[in-house]
């Protein structure tokens, strides 16, 4: 039997009837030519041919594959049943996707930035050297998303271990690309010379960086392009090995291009460009970092020697620590010195890479993965209920079917055939939705300043899981009433009408208690998008002591522009000001740091001769500041020209700092110091201000002393700048004129614009990701479980229509019909609501750190969320009670 | 319709002699399904008698075996009917399975009426 015969079949079985029409009508004209009348010649002719189907029958059977023609047969009715049931099919398949597509997209990512390994040859072996103990106690500059260690401690360290067979270090750097105008940021990597071969990564063109490339000093150092880089700013061209780059103003020569797989070592981040750590000067210029003992801006690994264990390493990194430490002692303070000699260096397992967005995510990641589970858990209830629901109504069917002849295995099989077609749609449906929504949330963690790369790729063993899960429910609750079903008398069946006879009072326990589940798991996640909604909201409305509307913060890059160091203070004056004059800008002020942007700047203060531990914030900004915020000043001045260069030291301060370090006493005019290191300068400032609290780095923190500082008494000011100004106008017309007005002062300042509320949102993100995620599987849930109890309460009106029937009949009216079925759906409500919301409350605890102005068992979030969830939940059954209450008691009792 | 002469024999075909005896009928040449079951019975002066169920099924069978191939013809009274004729391999078959029938007949008969 051939394949093509198999697919030809039904062309075959019509040229069988033809062949046997012929028969007919041959046989027909002879039985005429033997003399009888045309009507009985036919019906002979028939009658001699005998079943015409039984014979086409089989000559079918013939070409076919019974159990493949069998099963097809058996899906396409399945699919024919679903189109008549649009309602149930479209329930069960959404819900089926949405739980299996949710739980695989956090899943990929939590997979993605928790649990894989780095694409790069025994990640096993590789290991994150930094300092294990004490905690803290480092002071100096940090910079980089991993500043574990100083250049000089990276070089000691490096020279000193014996563990490793081979050890790196590296910083993120953003590289500019431009040399004028508006900033181009590349994705930038200061590579140690043996960062390549030490994680085992050769170079899909050319070559990588090597050990020689990396001399102090170091001339024309080469440059290796990431994949990604590679693709979108030279269009994957071959002959871009040998070309050259510019990045920060240098130029550098592109010897090779990093395979696609390769990323670098921090999850969640692609590098674009990698240079050697010898050029971190062409950037940093005088600033440069490798010779200096307190800052910390590198990161570094190490592959562990073949035999030798985790224990080892350590134990010979705590060997050499005393001596490293010793060699490499920033001048600090005597106790930070002493403090700094207690460090050990450290060794931790690394083969799943660094990275700052697990960090940030990994506990929300987990949270919404666990929603995720609670989605999937009430959308395979819901599926459970709906397939018993389903099973009762065709216990009718199921019995005609057996009546007249059908076998209890092929009922059995056209039943699995239904529930695996919609577990398969309702599957594929869900594969789709992982990628979209892996997408989204990719994108949702993507900022304007901070490219979010995660290699996603659908994830078969958790799609598989789920999948299963789904498709279990489906075979197990839409067969097991089934088969019992069959297992009954069909003339049992039969005779018990429209109230099935299987319909056992457990069975419609089991439904109840389904939707109790239900009811009880969504207020979880209700309470949960309550609870991360309100943080958000509150985050969003509190006085943060400025206003952020209209506020477009200017980053500019002097670097290029070759201003010496003495002239900087008045070429920024003189920025400041153009750029305060420009059209639609109603004021504009120099800001050292812009709050909310996550910087920072501190240290401890000295009142009269007295040291004070407690760390204070500082900004340094230029008068109208406080005006362009829109802080109040509610004693004392601004800045002014009085505090020219070359006066008195002013400050202004915080209410905060007043309360703190001035408790009852006049701060204005008072005077105190920086308790700056020995050997620097320790000028006194006078207070001239107080304004308004404001928030610093987060707006999560708590409000801290903060003092204010006149960029215009700066003396050495680095070589950046920068400036918020006020506008009411859109910012996409100030823009040009701000880089125009630049232009004029000098041609080579980079400039970069942010606006503040896009900052605020951006630091919000995680808060943000959670009230949207939280509150879309919230709802979703809420509407699950909304239709588990519409479905069964209209099943009870309908099985109870007869006694409804009768009560209406014995003088019930309409509002004792509605109150009756309305009381069953509210019983079930309550006692739902009653186990969700101890459950909500242990589930809330988990996310406590998360939460923001909130208690996890705020009393008025559980409110809400059972509030909100009752009404709509109370909504869904009142249409079947009206259902009930229209009833007309003579037809009800009639179908008895 | 009652048959005059010999007792018919129906539905007691031996396994494979329809197939001989449509191969042998088609052996003269291409004809449709109800000339063969028609031939059959006159030649088997009534005895044999072709069920149509059976009929139809075996000439698929045969064709799909490619011992016999069909194509539509029009019929003595001008009637589409689908006509089969004998293939190569179909001759060969003819020759094959008269050869083994004869054999068994032979078989048969020693048992039945031994010498």
């Not at chain 1, 040009?736 to 970069?752: C, D, F, H, K, Y």
Request: charged share 20%; proline share 5%.
């Amino acid at each position: 039997m051939s394949l093509k015969k198999f697919f030809r079949r039904s062309a075959w079985d019509d040229e069988r009837s033809r062949e046997l029409d012929a028969y007919v009508a041959i046989e027909t004209d002879e039985n005429i030519a033997r003399g009888m009348s045309p009507a009985d010649a036919r019906d002979a002719a028939r009658r001699k041919l005998g079943n015409a189907t039984l014979v086409r029958e089989e000559i079918y059977q013939m070409n076919t594959v019974t159990i493949v023609d069998a099963a097809w047969r058996d899906v396409k009715y399945g699919a024919r049943l679903l189109r008549l049931n649009p309602g149930f099919a479209l329930v069960a398949i959404l819900s089926l996707a949405l739980g299996i597509g949710a739980n695989t997209a956090i899943f990929q990512l939590l997979d993605a930035v928790r649990i894989r390994t780095l694409p790069v040859k025994s990640p096993e072996e590789l290991v994150e050297i930094r300092i294990a103990a004490p905690v803290g106690g480092r002071t100096g500059q940090f910079s980089g998303r991993t500043p574990s260690l100083t250049n000089p401690l990276w070089e000691q360290m490096r020279d000193r271990q014996q563990v490793f067979s081979d050890v790196f270090a590296w910083s993120g750097a953003g590289f500019d690309l431009t040399t004028s105008g508006e900033a181009r940021t590349a994705q930038g990597l200061w590579v140690s010379g043996d960062f390549f071969k030490g994680l085992g990564v050769s170079a899909l063109l050319g070559r990588t960086i090597a050990a020689a490339d990396d001399r102090r000093g170091c001339q024309a150092p080469p440059a290796v392009l990431g994949y990604g880089f590679w693709q979108r700013e030279y269009g994957g061209d071959a002959s871009v090995v040998g070309r050259s780059i510019t990045l920060d103003g240098h130029s550098f020569d592109i010897v090779g291009v990093a395979p696609a797989s390769f990323f670098g070592v921090e999850v969640g981040r692609a590098f674009d460009v990698a240079v050697p750590l010898c050029a971190e000067p062409f950037s940093r210029g005088a600033r440069t970092a490798l010779d200096k003992k307190d800052v910390w801006f590198l990161g570094a690994m190490g592959r562990l020697k073949p035999g030798v264990s985790m224990e080892q390493a350590r134990a010979q990194l705590a060997a050499v620590s005393a001596s490293t430490f010793q060699e490499t002692l920033p001048a600090y303070r005597p106790q930070d010195a002493k403090h700094y000699l207690e460090f050990k260096l450290g060794a931790y397992p690394a083969g799943t890479g660094i990275s700052q967005l697990r960090r940030q995510y990994e506990s929300p990641l987990w949270l919404l993965l666990a929603t995720t589970g609670l989605v999937l858990l009430i959308a395979c209830a819901n599926l459970a209920n709906l397939m018993l629901a389903r099973a009762t109504a065709r216990e009718r069917e199921i019995a005609v079917r057996l009546a007249i002849g059908a076998s209890r295995g092929r009922i059995v099989r056209q039943l699995v055939a239904e529930s695996l077609l919609i577990a398969a749609i309702g599957a594929a449906a869900g594969a789709m939705l992982a990628q979209s929504l892996s997408r989204f949330l990719v994108d949702f963690l993507t900022t304007s300043n901070n490219r979010v790369f995660v290699a996603l790729t659908l994830d078969w063993r958790i799609f598989a899981f789920t999948a299963a899960l789904g498709v279990l429910t489906c075979v197990v609750f839409g067969l097991v009433p089934a088969i019992r079903a069959t297992g009954a008398a069909p003339g049992a069946a039969m005779k018990a009408g429209s109230r099935g006879a299987t319909d056992t009072k457990e069975r419609f326990g089991m439904r109840r208690a389904l939707v109790v589940a239900q009811v009880a798991l969504s207020l979880v996640l209700v309470v949960g998008a309550v609870l991360f909604v309100r943080s958000l909201r509150n985050l969003m409305t509190l006085d943060a002591g400025f206003q952020q509307e209209g506020i477009l913060v200017v980053n500019m890059d002097l670097r290029r522009t070759g201003i010496p160091e003495e002239r900087r203070s008045a070429v920024f004056a003189e920025i400041t000001s153009r750029v305060a004059a420009l059209p639609g800008v109603a004021s504009a002020a120099q800001a050292f740091i812009v709050p909310v942007s996550g910087s920072g700047w501190n240290n401890n203060i000295v009142i009269d001769g007295k040291k004070y531990t407690e760390n204070v914030n500082f900004n340094s900004v230029s008068p109208g500041y406080f005006r362009t915020m829109g802080t109040p000043v509610l004693a004392g001045r601004d800045f002014d020209e009085r505090d020219a260069p070359g006066a008195d030291k002013t400050a202004i301060v915080t209410q905060l700092f007043a309360r703190k370090f001035f408790p009852g006493a006049a701060p204005l005019g008072r005077t105190f110091q920086i308790d700056e290191a020995p050997g620097r300068p320790q000028p006194l400032y006078r207070i001239v201000g107080i304004v308004k609290d404001t928030k610093y780095t987060d707006l999560r923190e708590e409000m801290t002393p903060l003092v204010f500082f006149d960029a215009a008494q700066e003396e050495k000011p680095d070589p950046f700048l920068q400036v918020v100004l006020r506008s009411s106008a859109p910012l996409t017309s100030i823009t040009p004129s701000v880089t125009a007005a630049l232009g004029e002062v000098n041609r080579n300042i980079i400039v970069q614009f942010q606006t503040l509320p896009s900052m605020v949102r951006d630091s919000l993100l995680r808060e943000r990701l959670m009230a949207t995620l939280s509150g879309f599987f919230g709802a979703l849930a809420a509407l699950i479980a909304t239709i588990g109890l519409y479905g069964v309460m209209s099943y009870t009106v309908a099985r109870r229509r007869n006694e409804i029937g009768i009560r209406m009949a014995l003088g019930a009216d309409r509002r004792d019909v509605v109150r009756l079925v309305m009381g069953e759906a509210g019983a079930l409500l309550v006692a739902g609501v009653i186990v969700g919301t101890a459950l909500a409350i242990a589930a809330a605890r988990t996310a406590a750190t998360l939460l923001f102005g909130l208690h996890p068992g705020d009393p008025a979030t559980l409110a809400i969320a059972a509030g909100g969830l009752g009404a709509i939940a109370m909504l869904a059954s009142y249409v079947p009670a009206l259902r009930a209450a229209r009833l007309e008691p003579t037809e009800a009792l009639r179908e008895e | 319709m009652p048959k005059r002469g010999n007792q018919p024999i129906q539905g007691e075909m031996l396994q494979g002699t329809l197939d001989l005896l449509i191969l042998k009928t088609l052996g003269v040449g291409p004809a449709h399904g109800h000339t063969i079951a028609y031939a059959i019975e006159r030649q088997s002066e009534d005895v044999l008698q072709v069920e149509h169920g059976s009929l139809y099924p075996a000439l698929h069978r045969l064709e799909d075996r490619g011992w016999i191939s069909s194509f539509w013809g029009t019929s003595e009274n001008n009637r589409r009917a689908r006509y089969y004729r004998l293939t190569p391999l179909g001759r060969k078959q003819l020759a094959a399975q008269t050869t083994r029938w004869d054999e068994i007949v032979r078989a048969v008969n020693r048992i039945l009426r031994p010498a």
